[in-house]
């Protein structure tokens, strides 16, 4: 069995040039999220903290035991803001209005139950079919009886480090809040996940200063600036250094998520859709396809980490592309799916310095009904394939 850093990913489709293109699209990508990285007291530990008596569940007791795939249906979404709803609602203006624990959390992490998740359907047990927008659960509500749960831990900005460290949110402002690690999350269900899902890697490249520069700078220079972001996440990429190798810190990341959920739980890794019709608002045609080239070559790269850790690993995952249902609906087009790039007002939003907000370059609602149309095919898949081999049985 090969090792995890001996995972032959070098073999390029389009060769080494249009590899290194994927950064581009990061860069967007991390430039209109907001990340402020993971909360570092020290150095990052890519295996998952061991259960603490602080973070366990009075609800997880003998009366009411994690009983695999009994019991209710339980979907949690980890990852970050393409996953979150981030655009969907007006975060800054309800910072004044939330109160309670579960919903100062959710406004920081810029978390909308009007996520593409939410718009999965299920079936309920009964020849119907439930959807998990109507049973989106607080995390520190007290449980109720309910055919379904789901949890999201999704945050704007978030990256691989934050499924173990937390997340600081607002910094520098009154509204900083420290968002808890998401795999936490696994220690506060009623029972064992069944699925999750996770979008994931976008923010790792931490370019958003970049592409700020890019936006202020004319095409010749944003080229010669993106070309030397290229050649650095390249090495970042494919490094052997496990704090620096973005390849490494992927495949981790999905090996912590299947061991914190357990091998019940089915993985939905989901892609990133190809953000910019040909031309628009601070970017050529030509950069355009750049980037939108750079997106399809790291959505491959992902699925070939996917793909290693469910053949070779044995981890119970898939991958899901959304570049078909996003194909000529970009930022820009005529009927676009992604929010355009928004310059903030005074180069602010809210209390916080960001040339662009954060609703950028991010799935409006057709978007979001896009991720979860191509979602939905997988899970309807998946039931599918279970409920045939309980008939084989």
């Known amino acids: 069995m090969r090792t995890e850093e001996s995972i032959d990913m070098r073999k390029r489709r389009t060769g080494h040039a249009a590899a290194r293109l994927f950064a581009a699209a990061l860069a967007f990508v991390v430039a209109c999220s907001g990340s402020f990285g993971a909360f570092r007291g020290g150095a990052s530990d ?12 009075p609800r997880l007791s003998e009366e009411n035991p994690q009983s695999g795939s009994d019991g209710p249906l339980v979907v949690v979404s980890v990852g970050d803001s393409y996953s979150s709803g981030e655009g969907l609602e007006d975060y800054e203006n309800e910072h004044a209005q939330r109160t309670e624990r579960a919903e100062f959390e959710r406004i920081s ?4 139950g009007l996520a593409w998740p939410g718009l999965l359907t299920f079936p309920d047990g009964a020849g119907g079919t439930l959807t998990l927008r109507d049973y989106y659960s607080p995390l520190y509500a ?3 009886e309910a055919p379904a749960y789901w949890y999201s831990v999704t945050a704007s900005g978030a990256t691989t480090e934050n499924l173990n460290l937390g997340q600081p949110r607002g910094l520098g402002t009154k509204d900083f809040y420290v968002l808890p690690r998401q795999l936490k999350v696994f220690q506060q269900l009623p029972k064992p996940a069944d699925y999750v899902t996770i979008t994931l890697g976008g923010n790792d490249a931490h370019f958003a200063e970049v592409i700020g520069a890019c936006i202020a700078s004319t095409s010749l220079f944003q080229r010669d600036l993106v070309r030397k972001v290229l050649d650095q996440t390249w090495k970042d990429f494919f490094s052997s250094d496990p704090e620096v190798g973005i390849r490494t810190h992927l495949l981790h990341a999905y090996r912590d998520i299947s061991e914190a959920a357990g091998p019940q739980a089915c ?26 080239h750079a997106i399809r070559e790291f959505n491959r790269e992902i699925e070939d980490i996917v793909r290693y850790c469910d053949t070779v690993l044995g981890m119970n995952i898939c991958f899901v592309s959304v570049e078909k249902e996003f194909a000529g609906h970009e930022a820009n087009s005529a009927d676009p799916y992604i929010f355009p790039i928004v310059i903030a007002e005074g180069f602010r939003e809210g209390d916080e310095f960001r040339p662009v907000k954060t ?12 991720y979860a149309r191509a979602v ?18």
Do not use: C, W
């Open 46 to 57: 890519k295996t998952a903290p061991a259960l603490r008596a602080e973070d366990s569940d």
């Open 109 to 112: 992490a810029h978390r909308s």
């Open 142 to 144: 007290d449980a109720t």
């Open 267 to 292: 993985l939905i890794v989901v892609g990133y859709p190809t953000l910019l019709s040909e031309g628009g608002m601070f970017i050529s045609r030509d950069e355009a396809a750049l980037v939108n």
């Open 359 to 370: 609703m950028s370059m991010h799935p409006n609602e057709a978007g979001t009904a896009a």
């Open 376 to 393: 939905q095919k997988r899970i309807d898949r998946l039931i599918a394939e279970r409920s045939a081999d309980a008939d084989d049985k």
